[in-house]
């Protein structure tokens, strides 16, 4: 097959964790071209995807952008749909999310696959603040009364979350993991840098099969007390859980959190949500992912493929 005959796939957010995953994937599976929108064209990960033979777009994704959305869109088969993370008090990531729709929409893409999360504003009944989640949701939604073939995916909590943004610490010889969800509470996690390309790839190799299917992305299901006890079996470290769940604990560990609220009334909202409702609902099959795909790293074979031992890492694009 020419390379011009294969489908081509807009991924927008490319550089992001998950858009990375799915341009590399798509790429190096050699069944589709992509076109991959970033902010900057010289980024390090752009300029990598590029090498990978990527079409470089540069569209920012933010509102007001649709006419160059909608440019950057045509002639594309299909489309990856993410909206980044946005602080609170900020609320735009819907009517983003929402704006990324109707561009593909009237560009003509065939069929799109969005990045969702649970509602957690109609789960709770208004009890839990998880805009992150809620307004995805939402984008969802939209997605589903809007002319065009559509899929989902949505991913577990990242292990990323724990090098990134809840870095741990040494105290002596010992390395503190301060961890949002309480000690002996098993949840979902996944990374997203090697777990969303492969199903996003599945999908768009097969859209019929998955139209309309909302399909969860995990790599484990374990419990702060495991994870700190596979840290140190896999590095030969001292470790130790810390609280971060709790508002107390949170800002004892994170106290530059305390600058913004409403960002920590959505992180407390946000696993309190887990906690007490599940991270996903029933109705999922938390196995498929892992049956698509077992190649799909637990917790364990993240540490051991990254080889991380407690540092504070960047995944920026």
């Keep these: 097959m020419s390379t011009d005959n294969k489908p081509l796939i807009a991924v927008t957010g490319a550089t992001s964790k998950q858009g990375r995953s799915v341009a590399a994937t798509l790429l190096q599976s050699q ?69 990324l729709a109707d561009a593909a929409v009237e560009a003509g893409v065939g069929h799109i696959v969005f990045s969702t999360l649970e509602n957690v504003d109609t789960i709770t009944g208004g009890t839990k603040y998880a805009p ?27 292990y990323t979350n724990l090098l990134e943004y809840y870095a741990p610490r040494m105290e002596g010889d010992t390395l503190l993991l301060p961890i949002y969800l309480p000690e002996d509470f098993a949840a979902p996690f996944v990374d997203p840098l090697t777990a969303t390309g492969p199903v996003v790839l599945e999908i768009f190799s097969n859209p019929e099969r998955y139209n309309g299917k909302t399909l969860p992305i995990v790599g484990d299901i374990i419990s702060p007390r495991e994870m700190v006890e596979t840290f140190q079996r896999v590095t030969g470290l001292k470790a ?78």
């Design 31 to 99: 069944r589709f071209r992509v076109r991959a929108f970033t902010r900057r064209k010289d980024s390090p990960e752009a300029l990598r995807l590029e090498k990978l033979g990527a079409e470089i777009a540069v569209v920012p994704l933010e509102l007001g952008r649709k006419k160059e959305l909608v440019a950057a869109f045509k002639g594309a088969d299909g489309a990856f749909l993410m909206t980044p993370p946005i602080l609170p008090p900020e609320t735009s990531e819907a009517p983003l999310g929402r704006q």
């Design 132 to 158: 992150h989640f809620t307004d995805k949701a939402r984008v969802a939604d939209y997605i589903r009364r809007l002319p065009i073939s559509h899929s989902f995916i949505m991913l577990a909590f990242f």
């Design 240 to 317: 130790e859980y810390r609280n971060a769940f709790t508002r107390d604990g949170l800002l004892a560990y994170f106290p530059e959190f305390a600058a913004n609220e409403s960002f920590v009334r959505e992180l407390l909202g946000m696993v309190e949500y887990a906690v007490e409702y599940g991270y996903f609902g029933k109705e999922h099959d938390l196995e498929w992912s892992r049956r698509l795909n077992p190649g799909t790293l637990n917790w364990e074979q993240f540490l051991r493929t990254t080889g991380w031992r407690g540092d504070k890492r960047s995944f920026a694009g």
